[in-house]
C-alpha cells in the first residue's frame, strides 16, 4: 500500500506559519499520543528554533498510559514542556496554564528587567491535521472561538484570543503536513484516521493493523473479539467476521466488513488504549 499526502498545501501553509511564529513567544505543537513520532512535522524544529516550546500529546485517551509517560519523559528529556491531554476535557488545561508560565519563564523575566510588566504570553498553536488543534483552542478559550476544519490563512488580520491577563493565543492554528519518506509512518497516520478513507485500502489496512497488534498486545483481539489465533492476520481477521458475524448477502463471511469493523473500533478506542510507536534508542 502506498500513502499519500495532499502536497499542494504544504509550501503556502509553511510560509504563514514562518509569518505567524515572528509574532509568538511559545508554540503550542499537539501531536498523537498514540504515534507521537509520526504525528509530528521535525521541520516545526527548524521554524520554531528560540522559541519556547511546549509539546500536548493529545488524545492521551486513546493511549497507552504508560508509553504515553515513557514519550513524555524522552521529549522532556530534550528540553520540550510536555503535557499529556484529552482535549475534549476542560481537565488539564490548569496543568497547560502552569506549563505555559514555565516556559516563558525567561521571556516574562526579560520584560520585567526592561520594566515591562504584565505583558501577556503569545502562543500559536500547531500540529498536523486532525490531532485536536481546534478541539484544544475551543476547550482552552472556553467557548467556540476556532473553527474546526483545515484551511490555512483563512483571516487575514491577525486575530488573537485573549484567555486571560497572562496568555494570548492566535486564533488559527499553524497546520503542518507529516512527512513521510519512511511508509511506515503513512502506515500508522492512516491507521489513526488521519488520512482519507477513501484513498485507502481498508482490507490491507486492518491486516497491518493485526500484525502490529499481534506483536505489541498480543491479547487485545482476544479480548474484544474471542480471537485464539495468534500468528495469521488473515485467519484473525476471519476469526472477526466470525465472531461479528460479517456476511455477504449469500451468506459467506464478508472480510471487507470486518476490516473496517476492526479499524473503527481501533480509532474509537474500543479494542483498548494503545501506542504504537516508542522513541527511538539515540
Ligand atoms: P484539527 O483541528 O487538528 O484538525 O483537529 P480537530 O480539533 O478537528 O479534531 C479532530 C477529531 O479528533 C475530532 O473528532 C475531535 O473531537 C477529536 N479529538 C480531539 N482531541 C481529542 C482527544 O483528546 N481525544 C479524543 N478521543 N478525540 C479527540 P470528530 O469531530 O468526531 O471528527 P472525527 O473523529 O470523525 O474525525
Redesign the pocket.
Known sequence: MHFQWYPGHMTKAKRQMQEDIKLIDLIIE?VDARIPFSSRNPDIDELGKNKARLILM?????ADEKKTRAWSEYFKAKGYFVVC?????KNGMKAIQNEIMEACKEKIERDRRRGIKNRPVRAMVV????????????TYAGKAC?K???KPGVTKGKQWIRLNKNVELLDT?G?LWPKFEDQSVGLKLALI?SIKDEILNTDELSIELIKILLKDYPDALQGRYAVEEKEDAVKVLEAVAENRNCRTKGNELDYSKAAALVIDEF???KIGRFTIEMPIEE
Do not use: E
Request: zero cysteines; aromatic letters at 4%; charged letters at 20%.
Open positions: 499537539l493529545n488524545k492521551a485517551d486513546l491531554l484529552d482535549a475534549r476535557s500540529g498536523i491535521p486532525n490531532v485536536g488543534k481546534s478541539t484544544f483552542i475551543n476556532a474546526t476544519g483545515n492554528p497546520i484516521g480509532r474509537s478506542g
